[in-house]
């Protein structure tokens, strides 16, 4: 079955860089996507489409891809940030989904 | 707005079975492909399963095929999901999601809790 594979934490001071990857065998021929979620509440989708921020997402999340490798950088990362990160994508053959594992995002 | 409201979890036995049901509301849901995504607790996110706009396709994640069935009423702007032979490893939050451009979830309802137990 097709996997994408994300560190499990990050841990970042305040202020500072943030970055987050997913590898997956199907990068770049398919879309990477990221999902925010903080404790007890819904996901919501920060980037899409490797790249595109959603509207009311801060510019301070940009998301890319290189190679088998896509990356959510949150520059100058903030307090509010901390949560929960999920990479997603489609299977490379088909239209099943299948999120990332996950990583939890501590700023402090 | 986009709303999404899950209903239908609960309690069920193992081997049980249980339909969960997502109302749609301020969008044309016959339009978007939809799907359900799960989240066991203290774990993380779990595509579980998608289907097209017209209903003529429908996905599973492996784990769940033969026992689940996604289905639709775009009459009645909701989505259903039919679990059968449910587990232990089944018992999660349900979240409903409408499918953007037939790839990602791009509005999720806030979910429904089925816990699988004896």
């Known amino acids: 079955s097709y996997e994408l594979t994300q560190p499990p934490s990050v841990s970042v001071s305040p202020g500072q860089a943030a970055t987050i990857t997913c590898s997956g065998d199907?990068?770049?021929?398919?879309?990477a996507y990221w999902y925010q979620q903080k404790s007890g509440q819904a996901p919501v989708l920060v980037i899409f489409e490797d790249y595109k921020r959603p509207s009311g997402i801060p510019a301070r999340f940009s998301g890319s891809t290189s190679g088998t490798t896509a990356t959510l950088t949150i520059s100058g990362a903030q307090v509010e940030d901390e949560g929960d990160y999920y990479c997603y994508s489609t299977h490379p053959n088909g239209n099943q989904g299948v999120f990332g594992g996950g990583t939890k995002l501590t700023v402090l | 707005e986009v709303q999404l409201v899950e209903s239908g979890g609960g309690l069920v036995q193992p081997g049980g079975s249980r339909r969960l049901s997502c109302t749609a509301s301020d969008f044309s849901f016959g339009n978007y492909w939809m799907s359900w995504v799960r989240q066991a607790p203290g774990k993380g996110l779990e595509w579980v399963a998608n289907?097209?706009?017209?209903?003529?396709?429908?996905n599973y994640v492996e784990s769940v095929k033969g026992r689940f069935t996604i289905s639709r009423d775009n009459a009645k702007n909701s989505l259903y999901l039919e679990m059968n032979s449910l587990r232990g490893d089944d018992t999660a939050i349900y979240y409903c999601?409408?499918?953007?451009?037939?790839?990602?979830?791009?509005?999720w309802g806030q979910g429904t809790l089925v816990t699988v137990s004896s």
């Open positions: 289907i097209k706009e017209d209903g003529s396709e429908k």
């Open positions: 199907a990068f770049p021929k398919k879309f």
């Open positions: 999601g409408r499918v953007k451009a037939a790839a990602h979830i791009d509005f």
